[in-house]
Each structure stands twice: as structure tokens, then as C-alpha cells.
């Protein structure tokens, strides 16, 4: 006679594991020295972190027009609040802000749905988000037709400014540096030499000299008397850089592809570009999203960069009002606010990549 | 005689001639003088020691590999540098791969959806009903929306072979199918491989599955040092084999 064979039933792991109290003693207090380590930095942590709430909140004041609101014994929100006007909008006039506004809508807008693995019309919006967006904006703030009056670059400034050279900068580099990537694995040595040396041109000069030659250089090159924009000057440096380093990063992505992905491709009858949109980028882009997005980071806040060519940007409005002799003594304040800024876009940009990188796996680990 | 002429030649005998194709990877002559006539419905296999140009052979056949010398005509088409002839050969052309190479981001269907949508252009109802009924051909048509990462190797082979079928092609190239595979896959690919050539498709595979050789192949091709050593029909092949190279082969695969 056999006796069917039965698994052996699973058992609750020991309690000792499994809980807050499990967690705390396995993970803070398993040794003595990892306990007095815990306790230290508990201890540091607390300290700072209140020194911090102190200063930013429970001392601090935020009630009043100008300097004398402020009493001196914590963060003086006041001279933000005063001159906040001008590091979201620069010089824009008062009376079109409302343009910005609508920019900023639209914006969020676009943007928070693709945070959604079920959103409605997710990607129709993801695409309006890159074609129909920028001309709409663009025509939007620089005005001069439609009955809106014309706003010259000059007067645009603040988070408006960053997010506008941050947007042109991220949707044109990332196709050119597609291009790039794949012309630097042609098989064809002319256009392979071409994109090699493009790609380590731009790669070999900081940003801030690409930036200092647009404004310095270029105007020395072009014939007498033509005024070649300045922020469209920093628009077409900011991307030639910005794209060179996103071709290294997809090309990365594409030498991680087995060959046998190109050959089944070619063996179904798929020409090269029909392979590279259809098989290989897919793959190729998935596994490098923390990269590109690294990059993406890296462009944001390589923006304020645009300070040295005169155009002011949220630190560079920041830096230009905590001079003003009307306030002393709230650079901190200042820097604070920037660096919040830029430390939130920079951020949803992080965790709209993980969150992407969760939707696209399926399941194929190499 | 105008090159059109030349290249449309109407294949007179054989849906796949192979005249003197010699091949060299950098200095390493890897094919010398490949002569092959394959007649339309006729299954080869092919065998012989690792390195010895099987893979290379049959993935020049759909230009995965380029020959230096001689000529590959495929359906009365010549095999040139022309892109044109390149991409129509490879639309009649279907390969199956050691390693399947599935589209690992795409699900089964959308693998099997892609060639008939975007070279055939066919309609997306249409192309997933041919896939389906592929699928269903391989019997797999439950994993139709899972994605190649969830299925096992004899599966995911299935789904490859499903794949070239989808093009509706005139030949099916497969080189070792199932030598990635653990052994209780390999029957059910086999098997799907011998229902094909009840169809009449005509096959080329490269492999060591002898038992399949002799229920299916027509001819027997025994490679070494990039040279065809032996061509017989497999009983014949098997039993009596005529070169001593054919001979150590055979029992040395047949010795475990
Ligand atoms: N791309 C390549 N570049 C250089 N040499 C190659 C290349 N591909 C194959 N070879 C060489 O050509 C020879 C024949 O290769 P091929 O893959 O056709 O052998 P095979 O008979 O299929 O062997 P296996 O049973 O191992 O698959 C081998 O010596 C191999 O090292
Ligand atoms: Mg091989």
C-alpha cells in the first residue's frame, strides 16, 4: 500500500521576527555597539532636526510687508513672501502673469496623470504633453499674436524660466540623443565619425563654457547687427550638451541587448528602423530609465547655470534679491526656498521613474 | 543579360540552391564550397561537431550571415547585397533560434501581432487572429497575454516557432531548437516541429535529435571543417554511414 505523499504544513515564522519590536531588535539592537550607535544618532537626529523646526517654523515669521516684520532669532519668510512674485515669474509683468498661470496649470495637468498606473487618456496626454504642449506655451508666454501682447524673453524669469529651458532641454535631448546613440553604433564610418565626434565635443566642455560661448563667441561669428536671442542661444547649447550626454547613457542601454534580439527581428523581416522602434529601443530605454532620468535631474538643475549669461532663473532671482540693501541677512532664507524648489521637481522626477520602472517590468530578469 | 534576369532566376529546381558558397570570418574560411539544392515540402537536418558551420550555414539562407563567394538563390530570388531581396527573402524566410529570442516586453501576442502588422501590414484584428490560431496550432493558446519571462523554455520555443509561422512563410530554418532545453521540454517541441512537416513545410534543422532526423528528414547533411561530408537519406545515414568522420560522429552522440 502507498500513502500519498502531503506537503508538510507552513509554520508562522518565530515572533521574535515579525513586528515592530522584532524589526527594532534585529535591526537597532542586535549588538551592544549597534545599540549605542542607535541611540547616538537618534539622539543627533532629534536635536538637528528641532534645531531646523525651530529656525523654519516655531521661531520663525512669516506676518509683515518688509525687514523690520522680522525679529532675528529665526527664518525670515517674510522676504520670500515679498519677492515671491518675482522668483516664480522674473520681470514678467503683473498684468500676463496669468499666462504663466495657465502654463503651470496645463503643466500639472499633463504630468499628474502619467504618476497613475490606470489613468484615463494616459498616454493621448503623454503625447499632447510633447507636441502640442510646448507650441501652445510657447506661443502663450511669448505672446504677440492671438490678441496677447508680446513678452520678450528678457522679462521672463524665475521657476517659469527654469521650467522652460528644463522642458526644452529634457523633450529635445532625449530623441537627439537617440540618434546620436544609434548613429554611433552605424555601420556606416561616416556617420558613426560624425556622431562620435559630436557626442565627445560636447562631452569634453563644461556646461558653463558652452553657456559663456553662446553669449560671447556666437555674437562674434554672426554677421553684424543680428540679434540672435539669448535665451534661444542658451535653449541650442543647454541641448547639444544635454543630448551628448544622453546618447553615452542610451548607448549603454543598447549594448545591453543580446544579439539575438536584433536577429530575430531582422529574421521576421523588420528593416533597421522598424527593429530599433519596435524590439531594441523598448527594451534599450527600459534599462536605462534611472539613467535618463539622472540626466533629466542633472539638466534641471544645471539650468541656474543661465546666471552667468544674465538670465535669472529661481536661485538666480534668489541670488539678485538677497543683495537687495532692503533686506539684510536672508540669503539663508533664500537659498533655503531655492533649494526646496528644485529639490521637489528634481524629486517627483525620481519617483515618477520608479514608478515607471515598476510598470514596465514583466517579469524578464537577465 | 540584364541583372533582373539574373537575380529573378525561377529556381528551376529547388526552393533553396546553394552553389559554391565559400565564406570567411576575417581570415577563418568557415564554409568551403557549399553545394545544397533543396526542393520545395523537402526536410533536412543537419549535424556535425560544434564549429564545424552548421549555424552558419542556414542563417546565411536568410542573410543573417553574408557568403563572399558562390550564390544563394531562395525562392528563385538572388541573395545580393540588394536590401530589396534581402528583406523579400526574409519575408518567406522563418528562423527558430537555441535561445527563442522572444520579444521580452511584448506578450506572446503582441510577439506573434508584430512581423504580420509591420511588414505584412496586415490589420490588427486579422494578425491576432492568424496568431491565435497559430497558438492554438502550438497549443498554447491560454498563454496568448502572458509575457515570454512567464513561460517555461518549451513554451517560450513553441511561441518562437508560432512567431515565424505568423509571416506564413515558405521555409523554416531552426538551428538546434532544442538543445536550450531541459530534456521533459524537448518531446513537446519536437512534436510541434514533426506536426510542421506533416504540412509540407519545407525545413531545415540543425540538431542532434537523431530520433527526429529519422522520422522526419528526407536527407541527412553531416558537416566538418566547414565542408558538407556526407549527404544520405537518414536510415541509410545512420546504418551504413560511408566516411570514417561521419562514423566517429555518429558514436560519439550515440555512445550516451
Ligand atoms: N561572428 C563570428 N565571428 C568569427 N567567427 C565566428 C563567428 N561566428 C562563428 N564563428 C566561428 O565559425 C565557426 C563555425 O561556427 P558555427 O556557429 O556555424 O558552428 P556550429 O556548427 O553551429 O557549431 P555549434 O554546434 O557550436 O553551434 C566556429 O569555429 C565559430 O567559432
Ligand atoms: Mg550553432
Request: charged residues 15%; aromatic residues 12%.
Given at each position: ?14 515572533a ?24 547616538v ?34 527664518a ?34 499633463l ?6 498606473e ?61 540618434l ?177 520602472e515598476?510598470?514596465l ?6 | ?25 576575417g ?54 547585397n ?33 512581423a ?14 492568424t496568431?491565435?490560431?497559430?497558438l ?98 537518414p ?22
Open positions: 500500500m502507498t500513502t500519498a505523499w502531503q506537503p508538510s504544513p507552513s509554520l508562522p515564522p518565530p521574535s521576527t515579525v513586528g515592530a519590536v522584532g524589526w527594532a531588535r534585529s535591526n537597532l539592537f542586535s549588538t551592544w555597539l549597534s545599540s549605542v550607535f542607535t541611540v544618532l537618534s539622539l543627533v537626529t532629534v536635536y538637528f532636526l528641532w534645531q531646523i523646526l525651530d529656525w523654519g517654523i516655531f521661531s520663525a515669521d512669516l506676518a509683515g510687508k518688509d525687514q523690520s516684520a522680522c525679529d532675528g532669532d529665526g525670515c519668510w517674510v522676504f520670500v513672501k515679498d519677492r515671491f512674485n518675482f522668483f516664480i515669474y522674473g520681470f514678467y509683468p503683473d498684468a500676463e502673469q496669468w499666462r504663466v498661470n495657465v502654463m503651470f496649470f496645463l503643466l500639472a495637468a504630468i499628474f496623470p502619467q504618476f497613475f490606470n489613468a484615463p487618456y494616459k498616454k493621448a496626454l503623454g503625447w499632447i504633453f510633447l507636441t502640442v504642449y510646448p507650441v501652445v506655451s510657447g506661443v502663450l508666454l511669448l505672446g504677440g499674436a492671438f490678441g496677447l501682447e508680446f513678452v520678450d524673453t528678457d522679462k521672463w524669469g524665475g521657476l517659469m524660466l527654469t521650467l522652460v529651458l528644463s522642458y526644452v532641454g529634457i523633450v529635445a535631448a532625449l530623441p537627439i540623443g537617440i546620436l546613440a544609434l548613429g554611433r553604433r552605424s555601420e556606416m564610418p561616416v556617420i558613426r565619425t560624425i556622431c562620435v565626434a559630436f557626442i565627445e565635443l560636447w562631452r569634453g566642455v563644461p556646461l558653463i563654457s558652452v553657456l559663456f560661448m553662446a553669449s560671447v563667441m556666437l555674437p562674434l561669428f554672426l554677421p553684424e547687427g543680428t540679434n540672435f536671442n539669448k535665451l534661444l542661444r542658451a535653449l541650442i547649447g543647454i541641448t547639444m550638451f544635454q543630448s551628448a550626454y544622453m546618447a553615452e547613457v542610451v548607448r549603454g542601454g543598447l549594448q545591453a541587448i543580446p544579439r539575438g534580439q536584433y536577429e530575430a527581428a531582422a529574421a521576421l523581416g523588420l528593416g533597421y528602423w522598424r527593429s530599433m522602434w519596435l524590439v531594441i529601443l523598448p527594451q534599450a530605454l527600459k534599462l536605462v530609465i534611472p539613467g535618463i532620468v539622472n540626466t533629466f535631474i542633472a539638466l534641471f538643475k544645471d539650468t541656474t547655470l543661465v546666471l552667468i549669461i544674465g538670465l535669472f532663473e529661481v536661485l538666480g532671482g534668489v541670488q539678485s534679491a538677497i543683495i537687495d540693501p532692503a533686506w539684510q541677512n536672508v540669503a539663508a532664507e533664500g537659498f533655503f526656498f531655492a533649494a526646496f524648489v528644485y529639490w521637489i521637481f528634481c524629486f517627483g522626477m525620481s519617483r515618477y521613474s520608479q514608478a515607471l515598476r510598470k517590468d514583466t517579469g524578464h530578469h537577465r | 543579360m540584364n541583372e533582373a534576369a539574373a537575380s529573378q532566376d525561377n529556381g528551376s529546381d529547388g526552393i533553396i540552391r546553394m552553389i559554391d558558397v565559400n565564406k570567411w570570418f581570415e577563418f574560411h568557415v564554409l568551403k564550397n557549399i553545394n545544397l539544392n533543396v526542393g520545395a515540402g523537402e526536410r533536412i537536418v543537419i549535424c556535425g561537431p560544434s564549429g564545424s558551420g552548421k549555424s552558419t550555414v542556414i542563417r546565411c539562407i536568410n542573410r543573417l550571415e553574408e557568403h563572399q563567394r558562390g550564390r544563394i538563390i531562395v525562392d528563385g530570388v538572388e541573395l545580393t540588394d536590401l530589396k531581396h534581402i528583406e523579400q527573402i526574409r519575408r518567406e524566410v522563418g528562423m527558430c533560434f537555441q535561445h527563442f529570442n522572444l520579444f521580452p516586453h511584448l506578450t506572446v501576442l503582441d510577439n506573434l501581432c508584430l504580420p502588422q509591420y511588414v505584412r501590414k496586415a490589420p490588427r484584428a486579422e494578425a491576432e487572429e496568431a491565435m490560431m497559430y492554438e496550432r502550438v497549443k498554447i493558446p491560454e498563454q496568448a497575454d502572458k509575457f515570454p519571462g512567464q513561460l517555461s523554455g518549451g513554451q517560450q520555443q513553441r511561441v518562437a516557432i508560432a512567431r515565424s509561422l505568423c509571416m506564413n512563410p515558405k521555409i523554416m530554418l531552426f538551428d538546434e531548437p532544442t538543445s536550450a532545453l531541459d530534456p521533459e521540454m524537448i518531446k513537446e517541441v519536437l512534436d510541434t516541429m514533426i506536426e510542421l512537416a506533416e504540412t509540407g513545410m519545407t525545413m531545415l534543422v540543425v540538431t542532434h535529435e537523431m530520433g527526429f532526423a529519422k522520422t522526419v528528414a528526407n536527407r541527412v547533411i553531416f558537416m566538418d571543417g566547414g565542408e558538407v561530408i556526407e549527404v544520405n537519406e536510415n541509410e545515414f545512420f546504418d551504413n554511414p560511408q566516411h570514417d568522420r561521419t562514423q566517429l560522429f555518429l558514436s560519439q552522440i550515440l555512445a550516451h
